[in-house]
């Protein structure tokens, strides 16, 4: 596992967090994992959205051993089950006021072509639609924040792969309810039906993301809406991903030889998630070889992540999937 090269200067510049709560999807490893405990570290109170599981009570062990008065609150929530969502959403509702930040970070990667209970795709259930739906139950508790405090965020978690989709675009069957008849299992170094359902889905965050920056811009909100990537890093995203021995080669070689550590990979998700210069519709990563490495920068928007048509049926399919979401 690489070290950590920029996080500890980055760690320095990111404010106290006393008196705060920030909400984080998919906090028992990688880049959810480090943003937790930081998060924690700077005095916020941390809700932790994880499926419940052994490595949800095994990370959360972990995160008080590595920050002992951290405030860390468990929240139980299946990405692949809209009712859990909207279970964990009335939860914090009920418990809470308002919110500083929710970071939409959970993600799958590479997942046979399956649909959840709910009929869609895994990945693009798991990676943007309980996002949305999450983000539609819990904006009225950030902008209470943003009008106290002046600040609230909604941060998407997308990665590399939506560059992939540069030809095609966001396709609207892959965010409809077709879940198991979209592209089958076949796996590839970053293609096939597998990847290729990855990649509409990280398309999916971005395109989110602009979308709300805009319909929030439009009504004058304080609570910006922005995205990060982690660049290549070493994060358990590809747990039990199906793949063949040339693949697995490929990935053991790209980890010793291109990726940064998960610390470093987090850079872009704490900056949208704390720190004071990230400005609402930006996308943050690392630029370095490609996007796999560096500090975390804005990124340069594409054409097929902000056109209108896109961000347009996006949010209706969304819409149409989870709930009526009016900014």
Known sequence: MPSPKWFPAFKKELPRLEGKVLAITGTTSGTGFVAAWTVAELGGEVLLLNRKSKRVDDALGKLKAIVPHGNFVDVEC???DFA???KAAAEIKSKY????????NAGIAAKPDEATKDGYDTQMQTNHL???LLTAELLPLLEAEAK???DARVVNHSSLGRLYTEHQGLEEKYVGKNGGHLGGNDIKFMAGGCFWRYFQSKLANTVFTYALHEKLQAKA???PSLCAHPGGSTTNLGDGMETTCFLNCVLTAMETFLMQSQEDGAMGLLRCMVHPDAQSGNLYGPKRLGGMCGPAVP????SYETDPTVMEMLWRTSEQATVNFKV
Do not use: I, T, W
């Open 299 to 302: 990124n340069p928007k594409q």
């Open 84 to 86: 859990s969502v909207r």
């Open 130 to 132: 309980s996002h949305f």
């Open 221 to 223: 909100s304080k609570v």
């Open 78 to 80: 299946d990405l692949q």
């Open 148 to 150: 106290e405090s002046g």
């Open 97 to 104: 006021a308002k919110l500083y930040c929710l970071a939409n």
